[in-house]
């Protein structure tokens, strides 16, 4: 049975819900899925000033231990068009993996969350795909064959690079119901795939 770890930061909680969303996709598809958050680095008293969501009930991820999975889906939220410095940290300390072609051949995939609808997905998302193909893994994004990304009766993230949240300025808007099956598909999409590909 394949592996997948949905792997994610989240300060404020939505891309915390789009993990469950997509792990949700994961295991109806009939692989095995391992939920964890990278580490946080901004200091406890600045975190709870800020209104952070943080009781956060996932496992912290360790980086040596990426070579268990077939696949990883990385959760990050958008600072000024990149990833959360907290997703960066954690890969710069997988330096040893490269090196050794640990993860050549493995599925990465990634979703994304912004405070606004033009706030920087594709960027961050385009972002994280080059750093998965620097390790030499298999990148799968979000078909149109997922009939939400072309809604438009509503305003909603989601691009075919990955699933996408809208939070909002303050963090006010929650993932919508579209965005959620968008999130549920992929996981979906990216556990079949490394069925096919590891069983």
Not at 167 to 172: I, L, V
């Amino acid at each position: 049975m394949a592996r997948v770890l949905v792997l994610y930061y989240s300060m404020y909680g939505h891309v915390e819900t789009m993990a469950g969303a997509v792990a949700e996709g994961v295991r109806a598809a009939g692989a095995e899925v391992v939920v964890k958050r990278v580490a946080e680095l901004v200091p406890q008293e600045v975190l709870e000033k800020s209104g952070a969501k943080v009781n956060q009930t996932a496992p912290l991820a360790d980086p040596q231990e990426l070579d268990r999975y077939d696949a990883i889906i990385i959760g990050v939220p958008t600072r000024y068009g990149r990833m959360a410095a907290q997703m960066a940290q954690f890969w710069d300390q997988t330096g040893g993996l490269w090196a050794k072609g640990t993860l050549v051949g493995k599925v990465g995939s990634a979703f994304s969350s912004t405070a606004s609808q033009h706030g920087g997905q594709e960027t961050t998302l385009m972002a994280v795909h080059t750093m998965l193909l620097h390790h030499g893994m298999v990148i799968v994004g979000l078909p149109y064959s997922a009939e939400g990304l072309t809604k438009l009766d509503e305003v909603t993230g989601g691009t075919p690079y990955g699933a996408t949240t809208i939070a909002g300025g303050k963090g006010e808007r929650q993932p919508s119901t579209n965005e959620l099956e968008l999130a549920r598909f992929q996981g979906r999409h990216v556990a079949q795939i490394a069925m096919k590909l590891f069983g």
